[in-house]
T-cell receptor, first 115, second 114 residues
Framework: KAGVTQTPRYLIKTRGQQVTLSCSPI?????VSWYQQTPGQGLQFLFE???????NKGNFPGRFSGRQFSNSRSEMNVSTLELGDSALYLC??????????????FGPGTRLLVL | AQKITQTQPGMFVQEKEAVTLDCTYD???????LFWYKQPSSGEMIFLIY??????QNATEGRYSLNFQKARKSANLVISASQLGDSAMYFC???????????FGAGTQVVVTP
């Protein structure tokens, strides 16, 4: 089975712009979670989607949004970029996204640099 | 509130030696999952091992084993016979009854030397 894929792998944007990142989960996985990783804050949960519905959300401003398509592929969007949005954005997939026991498998990440 | 603590920011280990990475957690939940992930400099998070809170036996996966002590709320990762390719950041993570959400510790940087 192919793993989780993320595109693009690298992005450079300027403040005020918006960006869209894409994630394709492992075939058969219906849950996609997004995380932001920065040196200062570590790994933080952004949101989770299952069957095109957002079921869970972390503590991020409304500039961070996402969606999921019927084929389980997911996108996240960041509007009005700030310097602090520079980070590695990781997406992870699991079969059902159930808490406690399901393993999440991660993609290679998208490195976003905001200038 | 749940908290995961990895007290070792970094460590050096010689090739072929075993290394133990510490992870302690604080939660009042009885049902949870414990995970260890490896993150090489490339950035991808690689799943290593899983332990459920109700599992009575410690999990093992090849050279990785998890020393789970529930009463002490610790879930240490043991890597046996370290290899140069084991040099990476290692994260302890937990999941609770929360859709698709993992909580991570700060990580431990491991450098394996010849």
């Amino acid at each position: 089975k192919a793993g989780v894929t993320q595109t693009p792998r690298y992005l450079i944007k300027t403040r005020g712009q918006q960006v869209t990142l894409s994630c394709s989960p492992i075939s058969g996985h219906r849950s996609v979670s997004w995380y932001q990783q920065t040196p200062g804050q570590g790994l933080q949960f952004l949101f989770e989607y299952f069957s095109e519905t957002q079921r869970n959300k972390g503590n991020f401003p409304g500039r961070f949004s996402g969606r999921q398509f019927s084929n389980s592929r997911s996108e996240m969007n960041v509007s009005t970029l700030e310097l602090g949005d520079s980070a590695l954005y990781l997406c992870a997939s699991s079969a059902l996204g159930g808490g406690g026991q399901e393993t999440q498998y991660f993609g290679p990440g998208t490195r976003l640099l905001v200038l | 509130a749940q908290k995961i603590t990895q007290t070792q920011p970094g460590m050096f280990v010689q090739e072929k030696e075993a290394v133990t990475l510490d992870c302690t957690y604080d939660t009042s939940d009885q049902s949870y999952g414990l995970f260890w992930y490896k993150q090489p400099s490339s950035g991808e998070m690689i799943f290593l091992i899983y332990q459920g809170s109700y599992d009575e036996q410690n999990a093992t996966e090849g050279r990785y084993s998890l020393n789970f002590q529930k009463a002490r709320k610790s879930a240490n990762l043991v890597i046996s016979a370290s290899q140069l390719g084991d040099s990476a950041m290692y994260f302890c993570a937990m999941s609770f009854d929360s859709w698709g959400k993992l909580q991570f510790g700060a990580g431990t940087q491991v450098v394996v030397t010849p």
